[in-house]
């Protein structure tokens, strides 16, 4: 986190993005008090694909129909 003067942040606006990037937080200050705190957004996580998923998933003994079945049969 760095602390950055409303002059600075004036002069460095055009390069926000990347003072952002570089720089993580960015407190701005007005006389050496805390004025604003600049934070970068949090980046969305690419979605999984579903076929990635399921192989990472362990193999299950019997098949889920097997499961079901043997559900259904026991609840009457």
């Known amino acids: 986190m ?28 007005r006389n050496g008090r805390p004025l604003a705190k600049v934070v970068p957004l949090e980046r969305k996580r690419p979605v999984p694909s579903h076929a990635a998923l399921r192989a990472s998933l362990p193999k299950m003994d019997r098949s889920s129909t097997e499961l079901i079945r043997e559900d259904r049969d026991s609840r009457g």
């Open 2 to 29: 760095r602390e950055i003067s409303i002059r600075e942040m004036r002069s460095e606006l055009a390069r926000i993005e990347e003072v952002v990037e570089r720089e993580g937080e960015l407190v701005i200050t």
